[in-house]
């Protein structure tokens, strides 16, 4: 099992930044990708960014390219999402998911964190 513990996240202001992380434990070779979901209220998870576990390489949402920023440290197995000049849009419930992006599969989630995007 792969757990996924997640930290950030919180109440900004419009243009504000704001950095979430995401620490796995437990069978880390159980995954080769690690990304971030957020859902909105009333809607699904919609992908916003995801970054291999393993070659470091990373994939963004294209409406969001640019405003947000994945990284991971390996020494303690955090994946960050930096993300910045925030808008009400991206208000919403960010989550963390390990699993197989390659083959769409999401194996492991984690708590989900609140952003409040509001003046």
């Known amino acids: 099992q792969v757990q996924l513990a997640q930290s950030g996240g919180g109440l900004v202001q419009p243009g504000a930044s704001l950095r979430l992380s995401c620490t796995a434990s437990?069978?880390?070779?159980?995954?080769?990708?690690v990304g971030w979901f957020r859902q909105a209220p009333g809607m699904g998870r919609r992908f916003v960014a995801r970054?291999?576990?393993?070659?470091?390489?990373?994939f963004y949402a294209d409406s969001l390219e640019g405003r947000v920023t994945i990284s991971r440290d390996s020494a303690t197995n955090t994946v960050f999402l930096q993300m910045n000049s925030l808008e009400f849009g991206d208000t919403g419930v960010y989550f963390c998911?390990?699993?197989?992006?390659?083959?769409?599969?999401?194996?492991?989630w984690g708590q989900g964190t609140q952003v409040t995007v509001s003046s």
């Open positions: 998911a390990a699993g197989h992006p390659d083959r769409g599969l999401w194996n492991y």
């Open positions: 437990g069978r880390i070779g159980d995954f080769d990708g």
């Open positions: 970054i291999s576990w393993t070659g470091g390489r990373t």
